[in-house]
């Protein structure tokens, strides 16, 4: 079974630039994350998808960030225009829906990330 | 969602078991205990949940208080390839089932 897939694995930009992430999930997986990842945190959720729905999306800073999921399978992050506390690796995530029973796991699987730098 | 506790670091040998603890006091009754590690530049990857039971898989063990305030998780024979950033989350069993990751514990596992 192949893996959530994402591009670009790096990238560099000035500040006030603009950039894309995008993101592939797994095959079948209705439910997909975003993921902003600051050097020695934890991995803070920037917004879910259920479907092409957005389910949260509380802590996505809506001025500069925005995503969408057209078709419900792949989706784009675009940060516009970039600053430099946006430095950071990029996760995105995919799992089935969760039945909130015990005996489902729930599992949310991560790609390997885009990393950013701002200048 | 509740929030959790860990300590910010800790070490091991290897072939021993470490265990990880997690300090969870606000968690209500629909909310599971979830661990994901994350190694070096990955992203993180599910160790395992639990309710209220204790749970083992092949990779670990939970151990869940019986007021369900705190939990630990166990590598029975820790490996260098176990060292990692452990995180502890509490997860509501609704509300889309949202993962919110703190800080994690960082686990060194020394030869």
């Known amino acids: 079974e192949a893996g959530v897939a994402q591009s670009p694995r790096y990238k560099i930009i000035e500040k006030r630039q603009s950039v894309a992430f995008w993101c592939n999930p797994i095959s079948g997986h209705a439910t997909l994350y975003w993921y902003q990842q600051i050097l020695g945190q934890g991995p803070k959720l920037l917004i879910q998808?259920?479907?092409?729905?957005?389910?949260?999306d509380s802590q996505l800073p809506k001025d500069r960030f925005s995503a969408e999921r057209l078709k419900g399978v792949d989706s784009t992050l675009k940060i516009q225009p970039a600053k430099l506390e946006d430095s950071a690796v990029y996760l995105c995530?995919?799992?089935?829906?969760?039945?909130?029973?015990?005996?489902?796991?729930?599992?949310?699987?991560f790609g390997e990330g885009s990393r950013l730098t701002v200048l | 969602d509740a929030k959790t506790t860990q300590p910010p670091s800790m070490d091991c040998a290897e072939g021993r078991a470490a265990n990880l603890p997690c300090n969870h006091s606000?968690?209500?009754?629909?909310?599971?205990v979830y661990w994901y590690r994350q190694i070096h530049s990955q992203g993180p990857q599910y160790i395992i949940h639990?309710?209220?039971n204790n749970e083992t898989n092949e990779m670990a063990s939970l151990i869940i208080t019986e007021d369900r305030k705190s939990s630990t998780l166990i590598l029975p024979h820790a490996t260098l390839r176990d060292t990692a950033v452990y995180y502890c989350?509490?997860?509501?069993?609704?509300?889309?089932?949202?993962?919110?990751f703190g800080q994690g514990t960082i686990l060194t596992v020394h030869p």
């Open positions: 606000t968690i209500s009754g629909n909310e599971y």
């Open positions: 998808f259920q479907n092409n729905g957005v389910v949260d």
């Open positions: 989350i509490v997860r509501s069993g609704t509300s889309y089932g949202k993962l919110t």
């Open positions: 639990g309710l209220k």
């Open positions: 995530a995919s799992s089935r829906i969760w039945s909130g029973r015990a005996t489902d796991t729930g599992e949310l699987f």
